[in-house]
């Protein structure tokens, strides 16, 4: 069974950075393709970032293109997901979620992850 586990959410001001990280333990890592979802009070699980067993193919919402960078560190089991110039829109519970076959054509539907991680809470002030 593969556990995934968040760190790195905090509270920040509008503007700032911050990195969470998703570790995987339990399966074979390298071989997933791994997600970022995020989900605010009030309203539905939204995607965020994907990025393919080999990293090869990243995908972003709109919302959060420019600004933020998934990666990910197979040796070391894990997802990464870089945000920058946050803005109090960002606020969320941030999930990551694995797939050990990921298609692409379903990477920004919450339905096509099969592991999910509890969540790391992401608060930006204005």
């Known amino acids: 069974q593969v556990q995934l586990v968040e760190s790195g959410g905090e509270l920040v001001q509008s503007g700032n950075s911050l990195r969470l990280s998703c570790a995987a333990s339990?399966?074979?890592?390298?071989?997933?393709?791994m997600a970022w979802f995020r989900q605010a009070p009030g309203k539905e699980r939204e995607f965020v970032s994907a990025?393919?067993?080999?990293?090869?193919?990243?995908y972003y919402a709109d919302s959060v293109k420019g600004r933020f960078t998934i990666a990910r560190d197979n040796a070391k089991n894990t997802l990464y997901l870089q945000m920058n110039s946050l803005k109090p829109e960002d606020t969320a519970v941030y999930y990551c979620?694995?797939?050990?076959?990921?298609?692409?054509?379903?990477?920004?539907?919450?339905?096509?992850?099969?592991?999910w991680g509890q969540g790391t809470q992401v608060t930006v002030s204005s």
């Open positions: 339990g399966g074979v890592f390298s071989s997933y393709g």
């Open positions: 990025i393919s067993w080999s990293g090869a193919n990243i």
């Open positions: 979620a694995g797939s050990p076959e990921m298609s692409i054509a379903f990477v920004r539907s919450p339905r096509e992850y099969n592991y």
